[in-house]
């Protein structure tokens, strides 16, 4: 699996990421605009005399389903499982648009999403080693989750006090960010629009170095890239939609447990279980 994480930034850097565009190894160069991905059937023609994954595939059908009925299915455990199956996982399921990535000291916890939306490769390691690797279906892993909640627990910014003397609108602006925060629960989402509002270079460069990072990032790529971050400042998130020639068109902060944008909807998992089928339906066919 690609480890192109390089537009996944997890720490605080300068210049004033995330702000700017991140380094991204696809975007050397303004690339002319290309047309949106689409999604085409893994070949399964090779998978023909095995059974894996024909059973795989009917427990992500299994998975799938009670995913549909509100449920929380336990992951399927790939951790030192037979070469077969991980080889299926790899290249039939393969990657998808999404790639999100958790660091706290020497733990990293990498996800991807396969072709087909609403099923997610997770991988643990620790102090540089694999210690578990699992498939699981649904609107996001919930090891990602269960990161950024316990990331909103332990972050923490303070409102600063003092503000540098060629700021414009920054100190109002980070004031209402801090008491949203605060006052934020379930069900009272915000979203601050930060490209509609006049913002000059200090002020964005001192808002990036007040709310930091906190350790998770997130991914999606498409007709152009949505770039996800956690703040330090519990709950609050950068969400920014680059074109596909690298220009940041949309720029927000959203207080929320997680923007709605890095998960599956129910009608992904719909399309995803009728994926499924139809891969599983093509793979018996073609069995002796």
Sequence with gaps: MSESLASLTVVATEPAAPVSPHD??????????????TFAMPSLFEWRDSTVGADLLGWLETSLQANLRGEHPDPLDLTGGEEALQRFVNEVLGEGEVIALGEAGAVRLMVRETVVPGIWHVRRFEAGRLRRAYLETGSLPTA??????????????????????????????????????????????????????????????????????????????????????????????????????????????EITEMPVVAMAAREDLEDALARVRDMRADLLDLEP
């Excluded at 991204?24 to 991905?37: H, I, N, S, V």
């Design 24 to 37: 991204d190894p696809d975007c050397l160069y303004t690339a002319m605009p290309q047309g949106m991905q």
């Design 144 to 253: 990602l989750l269960a990161w950024a909640q316990n990331l909103h627990h332990k972050a923490g910014v303070a409102e600063p006090s003092a503000f540098p003397s060629d700021l414009m609108n920054a100190p109002a602006l980070i004031h209402e960010i801090f008491v949203k925060a605060a006052a934020f629960a379930p069900g009272r989402e915000e979203t601050l629009n930060l490209s509609l509002l006049p913002l000059t270079a200090e002020d964005l460069k001192f808002l990036v170095a007040t709310l930091g990072l906190a350790g998770v990032s997130i991914l999606s790529k498409g007709y152009g890239d949505c770039r996800i971050s956690l703040t330090g400042l519990p709950h609050v998130w950068w969400v920014q939609h680059f074109n596909s020639t690298e220009q940041l068109i949309l720029n927000t902060l």
